[in-house]
């Protein structure tokens, strides 16, 4: 029988730390300094604490997760509106860092299995950065580039082209980086070949999910399609057979997912292209058709990575997919 580890919750902000031990009702809060991270760490170990959960507070709780690993403490780092709502259903409405660092322990305590994430790896936290980095200036080229969309005074259209000019360079420089730090890691190598082996499947989402998803192909596809925001739920209650939606799950990953998965249903992938094609022929939606396909290639992909196997479907489907 595994023994029971003594867990605390903390809630990290940019200036400092509060953490709460449950089992002992003990509280210590500590500036995010070395010295404040030296005195937090003492304390969790003088209390026999072996695993700290903490929400993703912005970036702020890197420094502190980096630190509590080094001095041989599990961390694992969870959604923090998970925590909120679970805090709401306790009838919890106040809101401080104290308050916050006891309701993230209780949350771990309660939701056990789900705040044990994978091992922490370094290579995928450094990839998780760069495609972090990635999608923000992304998004910075969106911005930049709805200007051009509108008639705009001199000085904003060069101030434009000057903008988009530099990010379209800087973002080549960012993804011949991402491309190397996948290619020095053997592990890295092995799941992007097997998922760019998947027709429409290409470098950015393969980068994406190793750096967002490593649970792909190691938990059940039910799981995953949960977990990447793509398994539609029930609206029933009585009577009423409410319309299912899906919920929640990684945005990111899930965004690109998509993208994928229009690209794929549409023109690259036969058996994809097969699928969207019943499915619009029993009378469903395109867009209800395409978030199916998103679906059904994120089994695809979970079960190729976990089986290791590259893609290869029976030769009859690719025959007979429609054109």
């Given amino acids: 029988m595994t023994q029971k580890r003594t867990v605390v919750g903390i809630d ?26 030296a005195e937090m760490i003492a304390w969790l170990r003088e209390n026999g604490v072996g695993l700290a959960v903490m929400e993703a507070s912005g970036g702020y709780e890197r420094d502190w997760a980096s630190a509590l690993r080094e001095a041989g403490i599990e961390v694992s780092i969870v959604d923090p509106k998970r925590v909120r709502y679970f805090a709401r259903s306790a009838g919890c409405l106040a809101k401080s860092d104290p308050i916050d660092a006891k309701m993230i322990a209780w949350y771990a ?35 930049i580039g709805q200007l051009a969309e509108h008639k705009q005074p001199p000085a904003v ?58 649970e792909l192909g190691h938990i059940s596809n039910k799981e995953i399609a ?47 292209k097969a699928h969207y094609r019943q499915l619009l022929a029993r009378g469903k939606l395109k867009k209800v058709a395409l978030v199916a396909c998103m679906r059904k290639l994120i089994v695809i992909l ?20 429609p054109t």
Avoid: C
């Fill in 226 to 272: 949960a977990l990447v925001g793509a398994a539609p739920y029930v609206n029933e209650s009585g009577e009423r057979k409410g319309e299912r939606h899906i919920k929640g799950g990684r945005r990111e990953i899930r965004d690109l997912l998509y993208m994928v998965a229009v690209g794929a249903s549409t023109l690259h992938n036969p058996v994809l």
């Fill in 302 to 321: 979970n079960t190729m990575l976990a089986r290791r196997q590259k893609w290869n479907p029976p030769a009859v489907v690719a025959r007979n997919a």
């Fill in 109 to 143: 305590e309660t939701f056990a299995v789900e705040a044990r994430k994978p091992a922490h790896d370094a290579d995928r936290d450094k990839l998780d950065r760069l495609m972090t980095a990635r999608a923000m200036l992304v998004r910075l080229q969106t911005q």
């Fill in 12 to 37: 990290i902000s940019k200036e400092k730390a509060d953490a709460h031990i449950r089992v002992l009702d003990a509280s210590l809060s500590k500036p995010s300094t070395a010295t404040g991270r």
């Fill in 157 to 214: 259209v060069k101030a434009q082209q000057a903008l988009a000019k530099t990010l379209k360079a800087q973002l080549a420089k960012l993804e011949a980086v991402i491309a190397g730090e996948i290619q020095a890691n053997e592990a890295f190598v092995a799941r992007d070949e097997i998922m760019q082996s998947v027709p429409g499947v290409g470098a950015t989402f393969a980068a994406a999910a190793i750096a967002w998803l490593p």
